[in-house]
């Protein structure tokens, strides 16, 4: 291989690129590919247990939808993607793991007109936030940006990953983005605030629809009030608790922001309602496809 | 290699991957590069003619500004990065050509965290709009947006790739970045107009500071007024004549703007005036750099 950078991969792992499961440590793309010469391309990650996909319709469903909306067809059709999986799966043999699936411009003629979407397939193993997160939560900074198609989860991160030293040097866990004081998102993760009375609020617009999001709301409403709409910055100081989503950290209590206190400065009794309730939602998940399968 | 798409490629090319000169059939990146994981990398892009690349120290310059304000370093020090420069120029023996350069965030451990970057040089042969765009000029489309990092030559081109169905289906050959009325840039060119009194304008904020840019700035002083600073919409409907600079089009009339004429509707006296100034400075470039080398 033309290089001499080090690969940060486990070499016992094995990917998928294109048409065939190769070796990670084979796993390459030519340099005319459209995500190297212009950042174009969408991706979707999720979580797995031994061999169960967890929400595995509702990721692809996603994929598909961030395929179309920068005009990428997947080479692969549902069910031949599926099978894929399974064999990456079976192939990788890793208790809990994260699989990522990534769908490129292609190899391009001349470096912009997008050519035959390239699609890869990794996983890696993967481990959720430290005890001591969930018990401590963690501090968040601002930063005022909107993602350019917040719909879809492309590969453009040049934003975030410019603020991951901001972040370090705030002591800070990540940046959440607002728009003249209207919050959105964080670069990989949803936001949440729960107001004194017990409503769970979410932001709508210009987010990415997280499936951790669609289900944590789909429990709060089980048991509180609960609503997509707008919320400001305004809006988190005056709330009693918050929390983000997202597939590898579930649901992860804020307790500061910018060197405020949120609510008591404590995780707060309906964030982690929610997160046994979703502890409980991945279960049942879980037992329902084995006993389908 | 494990794909099946085709390579775009000409396979008499080399290119150069990290420390290597290598044929461009075997220039790849792993999968663990940022670029593609998170679209994170910075290029640019010059013209060469025989062994003579123009303007090179105002690129390098740039390259150098773009990998400063995206955090990344340049694997090379200037010396050595002109030497590389100067043995694929010759390994690959081209008239007219241009030289690619990409620096991306490098092979990423967890996929977000950047690592070493990669550099990649690369080298096409590269051909001039038809003598029929400069006879006729262009119609161009507008589009709202402003690009993330205005100032940095980001890998990021996800909204102006997503328009060129849209360009295409217009019948037009480029679309012009504006916010609320107040036009910046193309995709990949510098804009101005020429007003009724033959100042020649370019927008200054949201620009990625084009070389070209700056050297028709500096032709046009020396024969019109000629200022950075605000355009809009408004004023180039008001305009006698518009057009574009690039690196790869030099200066491209553009006669038609969203389907309405601009000035007379045809290439105007100062454009192609200041396109024969800068095929003349592009001269004295090259038999400078002839007589120096």
Chains 1, 2 share one sequence.
């Not at 996909?53 to 994929?63: H, P, V």
């Not at 292609?106 to 997008?114: I, K, M, N, T």
């Not at 949440?192 to 999001?213: A, S």
């Not at 579930?250 to 964030?271: E, F, H, M, S």
């Amino acid at each position: 291989m033309p290089t001499n950078n080090q690969l940060p991969v486990n070499k016992d792992l094995f990917a998928f690129v294109n048409s065939q499961i190769v070796p990670v440590s084979e796993a390459y793309l030519h340099i005319s590919d459209l995500a190297i010469q212009r950042g174009y391309g969408i991706f979707d990650f999720f979580k797995v247990n031994n061999e169960h996909a967890y929400f595995l319709d509702d990721y692809l469903k996603r994929f598909d939808n961030s395929a179309a909306q920068m005009q990428l067809n997947i080479p692969l059709a549902p069910e031949a993607l599926k099978t894929v999986i399974r064999e990456l799966i079976a192939k990788n043999n890793l208790v809990e793991s994260g699989i990522k699936m990534i769908l490129t411009g292609g190899y391009s003629a001349d470096g912009y007109q997008p050519g035959t979407p390239n699609l890869i397939i990794t996983q890696q193993p993967f481990s959720l936030p430290t005890q001591a997160q969930y018990n401590t939560g963690i501090k968040i900074i601002t930063h005022e940006y909107v993602r350019e198609l917040p719909t879809a989860k492309t590969i453009n991160y040049t934003i975030g990953i410019r603020l991951i030293q901001r972040i370090k040097d705030s002591l800070a866990e990540d940046v959440l983005y607002h728009q003249e004081g209207i919050v959105s998102e964080f670069p990989r993760c949803n936001f949440f605030i729960v107001k004194q009375d017990n409503t769970v609020v979410t932001p709508l617009n210009n987010v990415l629809l997280g499936i951790t999001r669609k289900n944590v709301l789909h429990l709060a409403k089980e048991k509180y009030k609960a609503v997509e709409g707008p919320v400001t910055l305004t809006d988190i100081f005056a709330a009693k608790e918050a929390f983000l989503t997202s597939t590898t950290k579930r649901i992860l209590p804020i307790v500061q922001i910018d060197d405020k206190n949120i609510g008591t400065g404590k995780p707060g009794a309906v964030t982690l309602n929610l997160l046994a309730d979703l502890i409980a939602l991945e279960e049942k998940d879980w037992v329902g496809k084995q006993v389908a399968e």
